[in-house]
């Protein structure tokens, strides 16, 4: 089964910080453009940030300066930096991929992981 595993979220403090990680499986053979989504409470699905395999970077206006969008693709892993956090962004973070296995090129999601942002 091809899977991405998020990792990184959880509690912080407006002004805090947090890392978030996405992993691709072991059967995935290589990986095109990835990247973070969130969904905050009654709310849509919106972009957040995207990289190509070749790294060229794009971000929603809302976290702009604020957020850095990575990845190290011999790990098959993109990371999502995200600093000086408001309430505002506080949603379930899932990260997607269009991958290469051995079923062919997938999209895939992860299962995604909550931030929230809360003094």
């Known amino acids: 089964q091809v899977q991405l595993v998020e990792s990184g979220g959880g509690l912080v403090q407006p002004g805090g910080s947090l890392r978030l990680s996405c992993a691709a499986s072991?059967?995935?053979?290589?990986?095109?453009?990835m990247g973070w989504y969130r969904q905050p409470p009654g709310k849509q699905r919106e972009l957040v940030a995207s990289?190509?395999?070749?790294?060229?970077?794009n971000y929603a206006d809302s976290v702009k300066g604020r957020f850095t969008i990575s990845r190290d693709n011999a790990k098959n892993t993109m990371y999502l930096q995200m600093n000086s956090l408001s309430p505002e962004d506080t949603a379930v973070y899932y990260c997607?991929?269009?991958?290469?296995?051995?079923?062919?090129?997938?999209?895939?999601w992860g299962q995604g992981t909550l931030v929230t942002v809360s003094s």
């Open positions: 997607n991929a269009e991958v290469a296995s051995h079923l062919g090129y997938l999209e895939v």
């Open positions: 072991s059967n995935v053979f290589s990986i095109n453009d």
């Open positions: 990289v190509t395999s070749a790294g060229s970077t």
